[in-house]
C-alpha cells in the first residue's frame, strides 16, 4: 500500500536548465496538490490538479512553471529556465476526494538546489 | 498576507514536559483545522485535525484546543518524548466546492524535546 511518491529525491540543476519533478499519488486518489518548502518557511500552495485538468493554479509563479496529471502516469511539476531562487522543497500530496481537503497525504519531497 | 499565523517559531522542553503551540487565523471561512508533523528529510504527516463545531479534540498525548470566537487553535503535547522533537505546523482549509481547496499553512514550529 505505497504512500504518495515522488521522484527524484534530490535534483541539482545550473541555472537555465529545467526541472522535472513527478508524482504519483496514492491508490485511489486523483486528486494532486503540489506545495513549495523554503528553509524555515511553512508550505506554500502552488496549484491543484485532477485527471487531466487543472482546478486552481492561483500559486504558480506566473512564468516558467508548470503543472499537469496526464490520464496515464504521474503529476508532473516542471520549471523551466531554473534560476537560485528556485531552490526549495517541492512536495506533493494527494486526497481522495474534493472539498475540506484537510486530509491531504504527503509525499517525502523532492530537492531542487540551483547552482 | 499571511492568513495562518504561528508562534513559536521554535520551541524547547524538557521531556515529560507540555509544550503548547498557538495559531491564529483570519479567514472566518476555514473550517477545517489540522495540525502535520514534519521530521528533518520527510513530508509533512497529519497529526491530529479539528473542526469548529467542537472546542476541543484529544488524541493519544496530543490535544487540540480551538477558540472560534477569538480565531486560534493550539496544539498541547502532554508527557512530550525526545521522539516528538520535529517541525509542527498548523495548517486550515475553507471548503470551496471546487476552488481553491489546498491547506494554507502557518510558518512551522521547531520543536526539541531534551532528555
Known amino acids: 500500500n505505497a504512500g504518495v511518491m515522488q521522484n527524484p529525491r534530490h535534483l541539482v540543476r545550473r541555472r537555465g536548465q529545467e526541472a522535472r519533478l513527478r508524482c504519483s499519488p496514492m491508490k485511489g486518489h486523483s486528486h494532486v496538490y503540489w506545495y513549495r518548502q523554503l528553509p524555515e518557511e511553512g508550505l506554500k500552495f502552488m496549484v491543484y490538479?485532477?485527471?487531466?485538468?487543472?482546478?486552481?493554479e492561483s500559486g504558480m509563479p506566473k512564468e516558467r512553471f508548470s503543472a499537469e496529471f496526464p490520464k496515464e502516469g504521474p503529476s508532473i511539476l516542471r520549471i523551466q529556465q531554473v534560476v537560485r531562487g528556485d531552490s526549495a522543497a517541492y512536495f506533493c500530496?494527494?486526497?481522495?476526494?474534493?472539498?475540506?481537503?484537510?486530509?491531504?497525504?504527503f509525499g517525502e519531497g523532492s530537492r531542487l538546489t540551483v547552482l | 498576507q499571511q492568513q495562518v499565523k504561528q508562534s513559536p517559531q521554535s520551541l524547547i522542553v524538557q521531556k515529560g514536559g507540555i509544550p503548547i503551540i498557538n495559531c491564529a487565523y483570519e479567514?472566518?471561512?476555514?473550517?477545517?483545522f489540522p495540525w502535520y508533523q514534519q521530521f528533518p528529510g520527510k513530508g509533512p504527516a497529519l497529526l491530529i485535525a479539528?473542526?469548529?463545531?467542537?472546542s476541543e479534540k484529544k488524541e493519544g498525548r496530543f490535544t487540540i484546543s480551538f477558540n472560534k470566537s477569538a480565531k486560534q487553535f493550539s496544539l498541547h503535547i502532554m508527557d512530550s518524548q525526545p521522539g516528538d522533537s520535529a517541525t509542527y505546523f498548523c495548517a486550515a482549509s475553507a471548503y470551496s466546492g471546487g476552488g481553491a481547496d489546498g491547506l494554507t499553512f502557518g510558518k512551522g514550529t521547531h520543536l526539541i524535546i531534551q532528555p
Open positions: 500530496a494527494s486526497s481522495k476526494r474534493q472539498g475540506n481537503t484537510g486530509e491531504l497525504f
Open positions: 490538479l485532477q485527471k487531466e485538468n487543472i482546478i486552481d
Open positions: 479539528i473542526r469548529p463545531d467542537v
Open positions: 479567514n472566518t471561512a476555514f473550517d477545517y
